[in-house]
């Protein structure tokens, strides 16, 4: 993780709102959003498609500009940044997992792991990523492309290429939504295991009620809004 770290929670979200355009008029995507994400606490957010989880990960990461309220990343207001700015306040300390994967489809999961360490120009990339491959259970599949491999093993791909710069927050959007129920238990093992290990805070959107069953506080979205989950 980043020795540069601010004391204080990595997150904060207060009362947030997102409004986008739409042919039959504005529709209000996120209303009055409150969350804060603690060092190395994981958080998992449940709720309906359409519900406004997405948003509120694309929103906390500074991907997306809420029409109001106060988005803090590492003790910085987002809205005092620009585009550059909240590049390099992410770089190297907040990592995302999609659903989809997101590989380069013409770099090896080896070059997919090293491309952010040597975007950060880490001296140990090729040793760190052959590591992170290690710890997910791919050495053997290093020299594959994206196209070569299974989704589970895609997945894996994406988790050692998020962790590997050892990041202080990690953003999950339904990271096991595109795999059958042994590989989603394999990758949801192994997020859970790795972010325990890294002291990485996660904020983990899924439909998955045993996975949410994981983290260590689970919220509902519904409508825009977030409270307290089962």
């Not at 207060?14 to 969350?35: C, H, N, Q, Y």
């Not at 599949?141 to 895609?154: D, F, K, T, V």
Request: glycine letters at 10%; zero cysteines.
């Amino acid at each position: 993780m980043s020795e540069a770290a601010a004391p204080g929670p990595p997150l904060v979200l207060e009362a947030v709102a997102l409004t986008l355009p739409s042919a039959a008029g504005p529709v209000e995507i996120l209303r009055g959003v409150d969350l804060t994400v603690s060092a190395g606490e994981r958080i998992a957010v449940t709720g309906p498609s359409g519900s406004g989880k997405s948003s509120l990960i694309a929103v906390a990461a500074g991907l997306e500009t809420p029409t109001a309220g106060r988005v803090s990343l590492f003790g910085r207001d987002l809205a005092r940044l620009d585009e550059d700015g909240r590049a390099r306040l992410r770089r190297g300390r907040v990592s995302l997992v999609f659903q989809a994967f997101h590989l380069l489809p013409n770099m090896t999961a080896f070059e997919n792991v090293a491309a952010p360490l040597e975007i950060a120009r880490r001296p140990d990339a090729a040793v760190v990523a052959a590591e992170w491959l290690e710890r997910v259970g791919l050495t053997i599949r290093a020299r594959h492309y994206p196209h070569q491999l299974s989704g589970g093993e895609q997945q894996r791909v994406a988790l050692a290429r998020a962790l590997a710069p050892r990041p202080d927050l990690l953003f999950a959007d339904e990271p096991t939504g595109n795999l059958d129920a042994a590989n989603a238990a394999r990758v949801a093992g192994l997020l859970f295991d790795l972010v325990g290990e890294s002291g990485t805070a996660l904020v983990l959107v899924t439909h998955d009620a045993a996975l949410a069953a994981r983290a260590d506080r689970r919220l509902a979205m519904a409508d825009g809004r977030l409270a307290a989950g089962a």
